[in-house]
């Protein structure tokens, strides 16, 4: 079962620790599993301050093992350093010591990557929100599009209907 975590936008938002604490971890060595869906597994020797830190961030790690939602700079990132580890024929599946540090590092390019969509700005207070806007005819069904209200004058596109022979 995957942790649930309410508008999660992507690993960008994940502290900067938890980042730290990955790579940490992988270059050391230490493999991480997800064991269920409240608990996680390590191979190899952790430091006890590496304990309470895994303790304290356990949400964020078990959900970056079991559903890892990266932006698009965090994708990349990920792909290129997995992609390396690969063709030096190291373990590149969830929770191994490479897809550790990979994905450490995809969690510091999201962070650094501003968001493509900032957020609309509200209208003033007692503003019309669409008050400016002008309503345009979307659909060529509409008799006011400009392609209907053409033919109709003779310039424009023509459309014909064939006849069926019978």
Same mark, same amino acid.
């Given at each position: !079962?995957?942790?649930?975590?309410?508008?999660? +936008?992507?690993?960008?938002?994940?502290? *900067?620790?938890?980042?730290?604490?990955? $790579?940490?971890?992988?270059? +050391?060595?230490?493999?991480?599993?997800?064991?269920?869906?409240?608990?996680?597994?390590?191979?190899?020797?952790?430091?006890?301050?590496?304990?309470?830190?895994?303790?304290?961030?356990? /949400?964020?790690?078990?959900? !970056?093992?079991?559903? *890892?939602?990266?932006?698009?700079?965090?994708?990349? @990132?990920?792909?290129?350093?997995?992609? @390396?580890?690969?063709?030096?024929?190291?373990?590149?599946?969830?929770?191994?010591?490479?897809?550790?540090?990979?994905?450490?590092?995809?969690?510091?390019?999201? +962070?650094?990557?501003?968001?493509?969509? *900032?957020?609309?700005?509200?209208? *003033?207070?007692?503003?019309?929100?669409?008050?400016? @806007?002008?309503?345009?005819? /979307?659909?060529?069904?509409?008799?006011?599009?400009?392609?209907?209200?053409?033919?109709?004058?003779?310039?424009?596109?023509?459309?014909? $209907?064939? $006849? $069926?022979?019978?």
């Amino acid at each position: !079962m995957i942790p649930h975590r309410p508008n999660f +936008r992507g690993i960008g938002e994940l502290p *900067p620790v938890v980042a730290e604490l990955l $790579r940490g971890l992988g270059s +050391r060595g230490v493999e991480l599993a997800a064991v269920g869906s409240d608990r996680v597994a390590w191979r190899g020797e952790l430091l006890p301050g590496e304990v309470a830190e895994l303790r304290q961030h356990k /949400l964020d790690v078990l959900f !970056m093992l079991t559903a *890892p939602v990266a932006g698009e700079e965090g994708r990349y @990132v990920l792909a290129e350093r997995l992609g @390396v580890a690969e063709e030096l024929g190291l373990p590149t599946h969830p929770g191994s010591p490479a897809w550790l540090i990979a994905t450490g590092e995809a969690i510091d390019a999201d +962070r650094a990557t501003p968001d493509p969509l *900032p957020p609309l700005p509200e209208p *003033p207070e007692g503003a019309d929100a669409w008050g400016d @806007v002008p309503c345009v005819p /979307l659909f060529r069904s509409d008799p006011e599009h400009p392609d209907r209200r053409a033919s109709r004058t003779g310039s424009g596109w023509q459309h014909t $209907r064939a $006849r $069926r022979r019978g």
